[in-house]
Structures are given as structure tokens and as C-alpha cells.
């Protein structure tokens, strides 16, 4: 069976939007309680290519996945999730979805080669993006896996930055936070933020100040990230803001604390969005956004945890709760 085309009488059970850890496991359940599910495995394009799979697509070594003693490849990782799915018969349409309209039912989907698709459900699982500074040698850096990344939680215990300094970039509670975590392992932690204050709540301003491993740079940019490929990050050459005079810093690793950006702009406003633009469930538990049909999992509606297991653990509750859905309103 393939995708609805305009005039035809095809209604999806479920279709799956994403292509990461969240849309993977939505589909395995989906599949295997006989939704016969389409995703629609987006990503982000380079040059004329299309690379789904999600943010794991971006990172070397994932050692915090259960059921991998030895650690595996992001991409490695995202295929095998890849495969489990069209195991169970997943129909993938390597497609972003570019509108949606959740006004009538069924629902219609729009992607980027204007087929449209209708749907008794939708999973919305499509991540959320990392800023970054759009330095062109900090692309370099995190591109080869070479000590610039966006998740101390996720790469910080890599043995590059046992004992070394680093920087972590920003001044709101991520910042802090990353920079907390970062002084288990790294010393010392430099906090470089623009501005002469932090944006961070105040107690978590007083754990980093108070921390003797956390010195901040105050009213610094980063101008540029230096090393090379055998060392990889050997330092930062910062900019102070107040005076225009630069410097460089020793540090083995940079990591990005500068917020994520949820993708949700082809939902075009219709689910409600918390202040960061993080989807709205309508409880903590399940997987519901306030429009009955359409459910969200993923760092699509999370700002706190953001890591593939809490990922794919919502992708597996947003295809439970598909299926109970349907079932409720007696469509088989
Ligand atoms: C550098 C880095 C390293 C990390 N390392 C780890 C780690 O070691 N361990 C860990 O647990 N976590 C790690 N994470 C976090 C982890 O990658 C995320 O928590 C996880 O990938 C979130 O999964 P997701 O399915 O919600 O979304 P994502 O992985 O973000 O996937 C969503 C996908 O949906 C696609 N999409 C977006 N819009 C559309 C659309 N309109 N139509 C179709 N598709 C669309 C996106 O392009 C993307 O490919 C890391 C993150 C980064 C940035």
C-alpha cells in the first residue's frame, strides 16, 4: 500500500513523523499491533542529499544506549532502529512534512514532493535541533567528532577531556548545568558567556559560582575553535565584547549550551507550544497533544531529559496510545 495521493480513498491508520529514536520505536509498536504505519523519515539536507535519522546521524560514539556494553556508532545505532522497524513492515517515505491540517478528519499531511496523505493519527516525533554558532571551524570540529558537541550529558565522560580544561557556551541553566555535570571529569570548566550576568536561575547561579572547578568568562564570544585533526580542539580564541580585544584559551573540548530548537514549523501553530516552542502534552504521562488523534514523543516536547532512551521510551507510549485511540473510536 502506498501513501494517499489526492482523489484516492486511502486513510492511514498512523503515520509516523521523524526519523530519529522517538519515530523508529513509535513505528516498531505501531507495526507490531497492526497499524501498518508510515513514516515519513525527514531530515535535514545537505547539499542535494537528504540525511534522516536524527541527531545520533551527528555524534561518534553513543556509550549510553542500553543493551550496548561496548558503546556503537550513531548511525549504526539509528540503522539497526531503521531495520527493526521494516522488520515489522514499517512503509517509509524518505519525505519531510511540510504542512498539516489537524481542522478536519481525517487529518491531511502535506510533504515535500506535495503528494498528500490522510491519517486517523499522527505521531509527531521530529526532534528538536541543537544551536549552534555557525563558526565554521566549530562545524569542522563537531562534524569529525573532534571535541566540539552539544550534549555533555551524551559525550562528556569521553576520555579526550579527562583532566583537561574545557569551555561550555552559554549563561542560561543549560549552561550552567552542562558546566556542573563537566566537573566530574574535566578541570577547569569555563563558562563562556557574552553577557556580565548569567541568564541561569539564581540558585543555579550560585552552584556554579560557588564551584571551585567553574570559572566564568564573562563578556566573551567565541571568534573561532583552534586545534587540528590529529589533537583535535587545542583552544578558543575568544572576543571580549566590552573591550574588542582577543584572546585564546586552552581547552580539549567546546560544548554548546546555547538551547535547542524544537521542529514544529510545519504544524504551523495548530499544537500549543510551551515558551521555548517545545510541544504541549496534555499530562505528564501520556503522549497526547490537545488535538484527540495527534500525539507528540521525543525531544519534541522535551527540554529536560533529551537523550535517545527517554526518546525512544515516548515513542513506544505515543504508539500504545495510538493504538487505544483507534480502538476507543471503533476504527479498525
Ligand atoms: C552531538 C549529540 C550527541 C548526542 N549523543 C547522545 C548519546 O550519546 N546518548 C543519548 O542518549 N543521546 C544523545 N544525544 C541526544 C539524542 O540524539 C536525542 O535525544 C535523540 O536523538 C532524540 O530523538 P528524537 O527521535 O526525539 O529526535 P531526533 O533524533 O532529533 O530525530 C528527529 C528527526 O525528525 C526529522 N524531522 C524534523 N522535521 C520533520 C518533518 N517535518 N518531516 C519529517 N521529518 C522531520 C529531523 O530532521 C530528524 O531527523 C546526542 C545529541 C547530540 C546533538
Same mark, same amino acid.
Given at each position: 500500500?502506498?501513501?494517499?495521493?489526492p482523489?484516492?480513498?486511502?486513510?492511514?491508520?498512523t503515520?509516523?513523523?521523524?526519523?530519529?529514536?522517538?519515530?523508529?520505536?513509535?513505528?516498531?509498536?505501531? !507495526?507490531? =499491533?497492526?497499524?501498518?504505519?508510515l513514516?515519513?523519515?525527514?531530515?535535514?539536507?545537505?547539499?542535494?542529499?537528504?540525511?534522516?535519522?536524527g541527531?545520533l546521524?551527528?555524534t561518534? /560514539?553513543v556509550e549510553?544506549?542500553?543493551? @550496548?556494553?561496548?558503546? #556503537?556508532?550513531?548511525?549504526?545505532?539509528?540503522?539497526?532502529?531503521?531495520?527493526?522497524?521494516?522488520?515489522f513492515?514499517?512503509?517509509?517515505?524518505?519525505?519531510?512534512?511540510?504542512?498539516? +491540517?489537524?481542522?478536519?478528519?481525517?487529518?491531511?499531511?502535506?510533504?515535500?514532493?506535495?503528494?498528500e496523505?490522510?491519517?486517523?493519527?499522527?505521531?509527531?516525533?521530529?526532534?528538536a535541533?541543537?544551536n549552534w554558532?555557525?563558526?565554521?571551524? /566549530?562545524?569542522? @570540529?563537531?562534524?569529525?567528532?573532534?571535541?566540539?558537541? &552539544?550534549?555533555?550529558?551524551?559525550?562528556?565522560?569521553?576520555?579526550? @577531556?579527562?583532566?583537561?580544561?574545557?569551555a561550555?557556551?552559554?549563561?542560561?541553566?543549560s549552561?550552567?548545568e552542562?558546566?556542573? @555535570?563537566?566537573?566530574?571529569f574535566?578541570?577547569? %570548566?569555563?563558562? %563562556?558567556?557574552?553577557?556580565?550576568?548569567?541568564? &541561569?536561575?539564581?540558585?543555579?547561579?550560585?552552584r556554579?559560582?560557588?564551584?571551585?572547578?567553574i570559572?566564568?568568562?564573562?563578556?566573551?564570544?567565541?571568534?573561532?575553535?583552534?586545534?587540528?585533526?590529529?589533537?583535535?580542539?587545542?583552544?578558543i580564541?575568544?572576543?571580549?565584547?566590552?573591550?574588542?580585544?582577543s584572546?585564546? %584559551? /586552552?581547552? !580539549?573540548?567546546?560544548?554548546?549550551? #546555547?538551547?535547542?530548537?524544537?521542529?514544529? =514549523?510545519f504544524?504551523?501553530?495548530?499544537?500549543?507550544? +510551551?515558551?521555548?516552542?517545545?510541544?504541549?502534552?496534555?499530562?505528564?504521562?501520556?503522549?497526547?497533544?490537545?488535538?484527540?488523534?495527534?500525539?507528540?514523543?521525543?525531544?519534541?516536547? +522535551?527540554?529536560?531529559?533529551?537523550?535517545? #532512551?527517554? &526518546?525512544?521510551?515516548?515513542?513506544?507510549? &505515543?504508539?500504545?496510545?495510538?493504538e487505544?485511540?483507534?480502538a476507543?473510536?471503533? #476504527?479498525?
Open positions: 500500500m502506498t501513501a494517499s495521493q482523489g484516492d480513498n486511502t486513510i492511514e491508520k503515520v509516523i513523523i521523524g526519523s530519529g529514536p522517538a519515530a523508529w520505536t513509535a513505528a516498531v509498536y505501531a !507495526a507490531r =499491533a497492526n497499524l501498518n504505519p513514516v515519513f523519515e525527514g531530515g535535514i539536507t545537505s547539499g542535494s542529499e537528504m540525511i534522516p535519522g541527531q546521524m551527528f561518534t /560514539e549510553n544506549y542500553p543493551g @550496548f556494553p561496548q558503546g #556503537i556508532d550513531g548511525p549504526e545505532l539509528m540503522q539497526a532502529f531503521r531495520q527493526q522497524a521494516e522488520r513492515e514499517t512503509r517509509i517515505k524518505t519525505r519531510n512534512i511540510i504542512e498539516c +491540517d489537524f481542522s478536519k478528519r481525517p487529518f491531511v499531511l502535506k510533504d515535500d514532493q506535495a503528494e496523505t490522510r491519517a486517523h493519527t499522527v505521531i509527531v516525533a521530529t526532534g535541533s541543537a554558532l555557525g563558526l565554521e571551524s /566549530e562545524q569542522h @570540529f563537531r562534524k569529525a567528532g573532534l571535541g566540539v558537541t &552539544a550534549c555533555a550529558t551524551c559525550d562528556g565522560a569521553f576520555p579526550r @577531556f579527562r583532566n583537561k580544561p574545557v561550555v557556551i552559554g549563561g542560561g541553566d549552561a550552567v552542562e558546566a556542573s @555535570f563537566m566537573t566530574k574535566a578541570k577547569p %570548566v569555563y563558562i %563562556v558567556h557574552r553577557r556580565e550576568e548569567l541568564r &541561569a536561575s539564581k540558585i543555579m547561579q550560585q556554579a559560582l560557588s564551584n571551585e572547578h570559572q566564568v568568562l564573562w563578556n566573551s564570544t567565541v571568534e573561532e575553535v583552534l586545534g587540528d585533526d590529529e589533537k583535535g580542539v587545542t583552544g580564541r575568544l572576543k571580549d565584547t566590552k573591550s574588542g580585544e584572546r585564546v %584559551v /586552552e581547552v !580539549a573540548g567546546v560544548f554548546l549550551a #546555547i538551547g535547542h530548537t524544537p521542529n514544529t =514549523a504544524l504551523g501553530g495548530q499544537l500549543d507550544t +510551551d515558551d521555548k516552542g517545545y510541544l504541549k502534552l496534555t499530562d505528564n504521562y501520556r503522549t497526547f497533544t490537545k488535538i484527540p488523534g495527534v500525539f507528540a514523543a521525543g525531544d519534541v516536547v +522535551d527540554s529536560v531529559y533529551r537523550q535517545a #532512551i527517554t &526518546a525512544a521510551g515516548m515513542g513506544c507510549k &505515543a504508539a500504545i496510545d495510538a487505544r485511540w483507534l476507543e473510536q471503533g #476504527i479498525e
